[in-house]
Nanobody, 117 residues
Framework: QVQLVESGGGSVQPGGSLRISCEVS????????MGWYRQAPGKQRELVAV???????KYGDSVEGRFTISRDNAYNAAYLQMNSLNPDDTAVYYC???????????WGQGTQVTVSS
């Protein structure tokens, strides 16, 4: 059974940084795309950043240049380095993995990131 576990969320002041992690237990078919989505209260879930097995990255417009995604394919883990955080980044961040051929999709339970002074 595949499980995704996020860690590293928390509270930070505007302008600060956080790094969140996602570790996957169980086997996931490759190639796949792994990354992060977020959902703020009253808003739809939106793309933050994803990274394909081959190394291609895609970022949401609002985080481009501030956030960096990386992944360790050997350990089925992904990381999101978030810099220059602002209150609009406050949301629950969800880890997501989707296999490219069969379309299997998995979600983590989410980790809260709060940016406030």
């Amino acid at each position: 059974q595949v499980q995704l576990v996020e860690s590293g969320g928390g509270s930070v002041q505007p302008g600060g940084s956080l790094r969140i992690s996602c570790e996957v237990s169980g086997s996931i078919f490759s190639p796949n795309v792994m990354g992060w989505y977020r959902q703020a209260p009253g808003k739809q879930r939106e793309l933050v950043a994803v990274m394909f097995t081959g190394g291609v990255k895609k970022y949401g417009d609002s985080v481009e240049g501030r956030f960096t995604i990386s992944r360790d394919n050997a350990y089925n883990a992904a990381y999101l380095q978030m810099n220059s955080l602002n209150p609009d980044d406050t949301a629950v961040y969800y880890c997501n993995v989707r296999t490219l051929y069969k379309g299997y999709e998995y979600w983590g339970q989410g980790t809260q990131v709060t940016v406030s002074s």
